[in-house]
């Protein structure tokens, strides 16, 4: 199979949710020397995309798209565990969670991954965490960025009020604040005063390492 029809066929089979088609398509690809980034970029994350879409306009309902995020989770892990793992440390430390009232993770999960696997200190909160709770693992470990996802517009106030927490508490200077998530934008980043916004993991990258090079 060519690069391109992997492509094609692991959108199709998520947009199919056959979690066994999504997860052989995952090795083959992988065996093929295949970028594990690309594959999610430019296969898998277009499935769940266009699912996603099916939804909106109804034609799909939400047990589909359970089944879908599933064999989404699932290709998930086996390309994550495929990223490089990392050579140095102490690069930056990073808490990074799904905010309150979002179950939402799979995004997250990338992130959390492609970070790792680029040396970062990653300290992973998980999902529908509680505002005061990215504030009290950041000082617990000493981070330096504090990372959130939010995947629904009525949560995305989270992310607002993670800044309002941080200044209540007197802490806002202390940290750097990056925030992403399929709504999320630069310019809700800026309304909010987050540092920084990432459209997806590789960007997070690149800003995450701006804000750490800007101190
Ligand atoms: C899969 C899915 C689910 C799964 C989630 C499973 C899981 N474990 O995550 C399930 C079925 C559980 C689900 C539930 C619901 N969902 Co849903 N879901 C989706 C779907 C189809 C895909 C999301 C996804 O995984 N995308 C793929 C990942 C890779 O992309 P991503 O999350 O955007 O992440 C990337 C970037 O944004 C960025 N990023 C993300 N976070 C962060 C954080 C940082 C720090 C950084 C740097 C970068 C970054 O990097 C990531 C990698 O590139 C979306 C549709 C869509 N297009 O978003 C709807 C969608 C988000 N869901 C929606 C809805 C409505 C719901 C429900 C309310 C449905 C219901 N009626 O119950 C519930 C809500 C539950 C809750 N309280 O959270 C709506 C939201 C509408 C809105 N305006 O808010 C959407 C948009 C569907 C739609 N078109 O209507 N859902």
Known sequence: MTKEEIFEE???????????????????????????????????????????ELFEVGKLFLPGIILAAEAMQKVTDIVNAALPTEIEKGKGKIVI?????DIHDIGKTIVVAL???????????????????????AERVGADIIGSSALLTTTMDGQKRLEEELKKSGLRDKYKTIVGGAPV???????????????????????????????
């Open 10 to 52: 692991a959108q199709k089979a998520i947009v199919e949710s056959d979690a066994n088609r999504a997860t052989e398509l995952a090795e083959r690809g992988l065996a093929q020397g295949i970028d594990p980034l690309e594959l999610m970029n430019r296969g898998f994350i277009p499935g769940i995309n266009k699912v996603g």
């Open 97 to 101: 969670g799904t905010v309150e009232g």
């Open 115 to 137: 970070f790792k696997a680029n040396g970062f200190d990653v300290y992973d909160i998980g999902r529908d965490v509680p505002i005061p709770r990215f504030i009290e693992e």
């Open 185 to 215: 934008t630069q310019r809700w980043a800026d309304r909010i005063g987050a540092d920084a916004y990432a459209e997806d993991a590789a960007d997070g990258i690149k800003k995450v390492r701006h804000l750490l090079e800007k101190g």
